[in-house]
């Protein structure tokens, strides 16, 4: 990817804000704009920090222990090392870069930056001269370019073997947890398979294993939105349902993805809730193009949801990115307009009275409506498993 050239789009829009200086915390920002991607952070007491001044010259400040990754990682003008304890470690370099560009106003991301952080820097400037940057960044990271376009059709492959490889492994009498162990199995070798396709010249920083929670749930459970894979059996005749939102990830991409599967049998009861949830989410999909306003979608998926006599359950999509939310949302109140490029994670959901139910795919806004990053069946013969 061009960090450069994200670099070079922040200096244009610091400029326009009379920026002397911009300073970033978030992993997520830090990666977009310069590659990195280190194992360390706030709540190791080791906080890494991005800065780029007016002039364009771009430094990180990281722990010593990271200072080789983020030198063969990144092509930023200057990394400063600091060591635990010693020279008040990262206040230092940072205290320096306040002091010599204290002529204009200080952008922060301000919602993301750790409180620790938020005192030293007030410490030394004043809090009239700091603004919030991170709603600019957030622009700049709602149109994705082709490299991010790829990593995101990788990210839907993977999350596509995830779903395939708990289907091969869900049966009665399974533990939940032997489930998400076969998803994240299936889902590593596929990353893995792709990274050494796709991305030799990036070794050896591809990271293909899965390791996160999985939001996993079966029978009376489902009502529970984000009940972790546990020790619960599944039954025949119960759905389970595998939400892959924060777990499924490709090259710190995180795709939307969620699918009801039936345990032997399809469940009439939980078969009804999925689908309205299913016709929610065709209303919202009809709605997204190019021109469209976010809210818009939002408003056709809840009509489905509340004609059919449930609660709207949650907002009808959110962006996806290297971050798991992103903005814009499709939800209540976002004005924002629809362009190509972005990516979104699009749901639809009912809540009954011993079930719930959700379907969610990842989608790239294109010219003519948009692109399925996840394209799987929503047939619900082909959702039954253990049989």
């Known amino acids: 990817m061009d960090f450069s050239k994200r670099r070079i789009k922040l200096c244009r ?15 997520a920002y830090i990666h977009y704009l310069t590659g990195y991607h280190g194992a360390l952070g706030i709540e190791w007491g080791r906080p890494e920090l991005f800065l780029m001044t007016g002039d364009g010259e771009s430094t990180l400040i990281t722990p010593l222990m990271e200072e080789e990754m983020a030198l063969k990682q990144t092509s930023v003008d200057k990394v ?6 010693l020279d008040d470690e990262w206040r230092r370099p940072l205290g320096d870069l306040l002091k010599k560009h204290d002529s204009g106003n200080v952008g922060i991301d301000y919602p993301k930056m750790p409180r620790v952080i938020w005192d030293f820097i007030t410490g030394r400037t004043g809090r009239d001269k700091i ?23 990788h990210a839907g492959e993977v ?30 070798k596929r990353a893995a398979s792709l990274m050494e396709q796709f991305y030799p010249e990036e070794e050896p920083f591809n990271y293909p294993v899965i390791s996160n929670q999985q939001i996993m749930a079966t029978a009376g459970l489902t009502t529970m939105c984000h009940h972790r894979n546990g020790m619960t059996r599944l039954e025949y005749g119960e759905p389970l349902f595998i939400c892959h939102c924060g777990t499924a990830q490709f090259k710190r991409f995180y795709p939307g993805f969620d699918r009801i599967l039936f345990i032997g049998e399809i469940n009439d009861e ?18 997204v193009k190019p021109g469209a306003v976010a809210e818009d979608v939002y408003h056709a998926y809840a009509e489905v949801i509340q004609s059919a006599g449930y609660p709207i359950p949650f907002r009808a999509g959110r962006s996806i990115g290297f971050s798991v939310n992103e903005a814009p949302q499709l939800a209540y109140g976002d004005k924002t307009i629809l362009e190509t490029g ?13 079930y719930r139910a959700q379907v969610g795919d990842s989608i790239l806004v294109t010219e003519n409506g948009f692109e399925f990053l996840t394209p799987f069946t929503k047939e619900h013969s082909s959702l039954v498993v253990g049989r």
């Not at 829009?13 to 992993?27: C, G, H, N, W, Y």
């Not at 490889?165 to 590593?188: D, K, Q």
């Not at 972005?342 to 011993?354: E, H, L, P, S």
């Open 270 to 287: 939980a078969r009804k809730l999925l689908e309205t949830a299913e016709k929610a989410q065709a209303a919202a999909l009809d709605e």
């Open 131 to 153: 603004t919030d940057i991170s709603p600019d960044i957030d622009r700049m990271r709602m149109i994705k370019d082709e490299d991010e376009i790829q990593i995101a059709r």
């Open 342 to 354: 972005m990516t979104f994670a699009v749901d639809g959901g009912a809540d009954g009275k011993n």
């Open 80 to 85: 400063i090392a600091w060591t635990d304890g």
């Open 159 to 188: 999350a596509v073997a995830m779903l395939e490889g708990a289907m091969n492994r869900a049966e009665p009498g399974v533990f939940e947890y032997e489930v998400a162990l076969a998803a994240m199995e299936t889902g590593t």
């Open 13 to 27: 829009i610091m400029e326009e804000r009379k920026d002397s200086l911009v300073i970033i915390t978030d992993p």
